[in-house]
């Protein structure tokens, strides 16, 4: 069977904190059953939260007591794996048949990471992704992921992979995962421009994949009632743009703007073949004579004990 129902969830993290959230997500489970989705991708942080325009307190040479207390705030609102979420949403899985790839704040240790969860309706919890490289000041509360998270796998949607938000732009991790023959590239993203879709489309059209965008939704912070420094009141925080692309770089669906919501596309996993006849970007078209990339999936611990 080559063909499949893929979506986005488009939402937002609840200012309220991740059980909101995680039931805010649960509560579409009658909507996912509705679209027969295979495949169901979710933002960037969207349970632990992104904290836009939050400055941690710090500054450059030194940190405020205030800023500790905001990331003690955000630990506190961070997830364990395996934990309650994780087994909440394995039965999100399980009950409506939809694999699915969630963006999440993960502890590891007093570190956070910025991690994509992999789960089927099958086994639940079956992979994850850490962010190779936070961007700009994420570098400040997120720790790095290394080669050991870097899965594509198999599912009844076809063989999915991710990349989180501006990963998405490492020529290298793309190269990555085209030769791991990732068939439908996951991107949750907290990215609401216009070049980001651009981006979106170039990827689909490289990689001769689907794609699917999954953008957070936040009000503007008036109506979310908070102050953001440097930002209009009036302006969405953070404005989706989730989309479907397909391996032509065509749009399938969306990008939906201004609101919540699930976006869905039907796609056969067929047209790889006849997308790839011109374009195979790590077979025909490599030259393997010129260029070669080591990829180091080993995981890196900074203590090993030998006993």
């Not at 899985?93 to 789960?119: D, Q």
């Not at 907290?190 to 994949?209: F, L, P, T």
């Not at 011109?278 to 990339?293: C, E, K, Q």
Request: aromatic share 8%; charged share 20%.
């Amino acid at each position: 069977m080559t063909k499949s129902i893929i979506s986005a969830l488009q939402i937002g993290s609840s200012p309220a904190g991740k059980a909101e959230t995680l039931s805010a997500i649960l509560s579409q489970e009658q909507e996912i059953r509705s679209t027969g989705a295979n495949l169901v991708v979710m933002p960037e942080a969207v349970l632990g939260g992104y904290p836009k325009g939050e400055t941690f307190g710090t500054r450059l040479g030194y940190r405020l007591p205030q800023g500790r207390e905001a990331f003690a705030a955000y630990y506190e609102n961070a997830i364990e794996l395996p934990g309650p979420e994780t087994e909440e949403l394995a039965g999100l899985s399980a009950r409506t048949g939809a694999n699915l790839v969630v963006g999440v704040i993960e502890r590891g240790g007093n570190t956070l990471y910025c991690t994509a969860l992999f789960f089927t309706p099958e086994e639940g919890l079956v992979a994850k992704h850490r962010k190779l490289m936070p961007t700009g000041t994420e570098r400040l509360i997120w720790g790095q992921g290394d080669g050991s998270t870097m899965p594509v796998i198999d599912t009844g949607a076809g063989r999915i992979g991710a990349a989180i938000c501006w990963e998405n732009h490492m020529p290298l991790l793309r190269t990555a995962l085209y030769a791991k023959g990732i068939e439908i590239w996951c991107a949750p993203t907290v990215d609401e421009r216009d070049v980001w879709q651009a981006s979106m489309r170039h990827i689909a059209h490289e990689g001769r994949c689907f794609l699917v965008s999954a953008c957070q939704y936040q009000p503007s912070p008036k109506e979310l009632g908070v102050t953001v420094e440097d930002w209009d009141d009036a302006r969405p925080l953070i404005n989706g743009g989730s989309m479907i692309v397909g391996p032509l770089g065509d749009v399938l669906a969306g990008p939906l703007t201004g609101r919540e919501g699930l976006v869905t596309a039907e796609i056969d996993r067929s047209e790889l073949v006849r997308a790839r006849y011109d374009f195979d970007v790590v077979g025909h078209y490599a030259r393997p004579d010129v260029f070669s990339l080591n990829v180091d999936e080993r995981p890196k611990a900074t203590v090993r004990f030998t006993g």
